[in-house]
C-alpha cells in the first residue's frame, strides 16, 4: 500500500508531538512492507538527517503561526494531484481544509485528529474559524476518521454524527541514559534527581505559567533544585512573558530531541504535565515509559492515559501543584515508587506494532 501523510512539518521528528508520533506509526508501517511518503517543509528540516523509513517531499508555503499549516498542505495537496497513492493520511483539523483536493481522483481520505486544536487560545477568530472549517470539510469528506482519546472521539461523533474511531497513541520501551553533556551544559548544570521537567509546546493551554507560579512558592522550600524547560520558549509572546516572570532556579533549554530529550527524561526527578488541553499526551506516555514520578492536571484525556497510576492536580490550582512539587521532592521513596507504578501502566497499554494493525485496518475500509 502506498500511503501519503499530509500536515506534518516533516520526518525525523525534530519536537512537536504529532510529528513524534506519526514517525512511530510510519516506520512500523514501513516495516510491514507500505511506501510511507511524507511532506514536510523545510525551515523544519533543515540541517536534520534524513527519515529512513521512506520518501519525505518538501513543498513551499508561506510564514506565520495563521498561514503556515495551511499553504504548506495546500501545496502538498496539489503536488498529490501528480502521484499515485492509495490513501492520504491527513493529520489534524487545520490540514484537512484541504482534504477535497486530496480526495480527487477517488483517493481514499483518512483523518486523524490529535487535538481539539480549534479550543487552543492562541487562534485569532478568523484562524479559529478556518480550523472548525477544515474540521468540518474532513468529517465530510473523510471515509474514515480517527482520534487519539476516548473524549475527542466521543465528541466529534456526537457533533458530526458519523463514527471515529479510537486510534491511541503508544510509545517505545526505552533504555534510561546516564548522565552526560547535557545536564553537564554550563549554560543549566543541572544535577541528576535534582530538577523538574516540563516539556512541551510553550502556549497558553499548556498553564506554563501556572507552573512557574507554583515553582515560585515551592522552591524556597527546594534549596538546591531546579525548574528545567524543554520547549521553544522564545517563539511566542506567551513564551517570552513565562521568561520574563520565571522565577529563580528556572532554566530554558529550548526544544530538544532525540538523545539529548532521553536524557533530561531519565534523570528527572519529576515531570509536570499542567497542560489543560490534550488528546492523548505523547509527553505522559514518555515520561512513564522512563520512570517518572508525573505531575499532570486530572482531566479526562491524561486520566484515560495512566488510570490512577500518576499523581494528579485539579486543573489551575497553583495551591495544589505547589504542595505536590513539595511532597515529592521531598521524598525520594514515593515519587520512585510513583514512577514505577507509572511505568507498569503504560507497559500495558498497546505497542505501535499493534497500532499500526488497527490502522492498517481503518486505511483497508477507507479503500472498499
Avoid at 126 to 136: D, E, H, I, Q
Avoid at 189 to 209: N, Q
Wanted: with cysteine; net charge positive.
Amino acid at each position: 500500500m502506498r500511503i501519503a501523510m499530509v500536515g506534518l512539518r516533516g520526518l525525523p521528528a525534530r519536537g512537536g508531538g504529532a510529528e513524534r508520533v506519526v514517525e512511530s506509526l510510519a516506520d512500523e508501517l514501513a516495516l510491514r512492507g507500505h511506501e510511507i511518503i511524507v511532506y514536510g517543509r523545510e525551515d523544519y528540516l533543515r540541517g536534520a538527517p534524513g527519515w529512513p523509513g521512506g520518501k519525505v517531499l518538501l513543498t513551499g508555503g508561506l510564514k506565520g503561526k495563521n498561514l503556515e499549516t495551511f499553504t504548506h498542505t495546500a501545496t502538498a495537496a496539489w503536488d498529490l494531484l501528480r502521484r499515485k497513492v492509495d490513501v492520504v493520511h491527513i493529520h489534524s483539523p487545520g490540514p484537512a481544509l484541504w482534504s477535497w483536493l486530496c480526495a480527487l481522483r477517488s483517493r481514499a481520505v483518512v483523518l486523524t485528529v490529535h487535538a481539539a486544536d480549534w479550543r487552543r487560545d492562541k487562534w485569532s477568530l478568523p484562524a479559529r474559524a478556518m480550523l472548525n472549517l477544515g474540521l468540518g470539510l474532513g468529517m465530510r469528506i473523510a471515509r474514515q476518521v480517527t482520534a487519539v482519546s476516548e473524549p475527542l472521539a466521543e465528541e466529534l461523533q456526537g457533533r458530526f454524527a458519523r463514527d471515529v474511531s479510537y486510534v491511541p497513541n503508544s510509545v517505545n520501551p526505552v533504555d534510561l541514559v546516564a548522565p552526560g553533556a547535557v545536564l553537564a551544559d554550563p549554560r543549566w548544570s543541572l544535577e541528576p534527581d535534582k530538577y523538574a521537567l516540563f516539556v512541551g509546546r510553550i502556549e497558553p493551554e499548556k498553564r506554563l505559567d501556572m507552573l512557574l507560579d507554583a515553582w515560585r512558592k515551592a522552591s524556597g522550600d527546594l534549596p538546591g533544585y531546579k525548574l528545567a524547560i524543554a520547549g521553544d520558549i522564545d517563539s511566542t509572546a506567551y513564551g517570552r512573558e513565562c521568561r520574563k516572570n520565571a522565577p529563580s532556579g528556572t532554566v530554558f533549554l529550548g526544544l530538544q530531541h532525540g538523545r539529548a530529550l532521553a536524557e533530561l527524561y531519565s534523570n528527572a526527578a519529576l515531570v509536570v504535565q499542567p497542560s489543560v488541553l490534550e488528546g492523548m499526551s505523547l509527553v505522559l506516555m514518555e515520561a512513564a515509559a522512563y520512570g517518572r514520578c508525573i505531575l499532570a492536571t486530572r482531566i479526562p484525556e491524561n486520566v484515560g492515559v495512566l488510570g490512577e497510576s500518576c499523581v494528579y492536580f485539579n486543573r489551575d490550582d497553583v495551591d495544589e501543584l505547589t504542595r505536590l512539587i513539595c511532597r515529592y521532592l521531598k521524598s525520594k521513596a514515593q515519587r520512585t515508587d510513583s514512577g514505577r507504578q507509572v511505568r507498569l501502566a503504560v507497559g500495558e497499554r498497546p505497542s505501535w506494532a499493534d497500532i499500526a494493525v488497527s490502522m492498517e485496518r481503518i486505511y483497508e475500509l477507507a479503500l472498499k
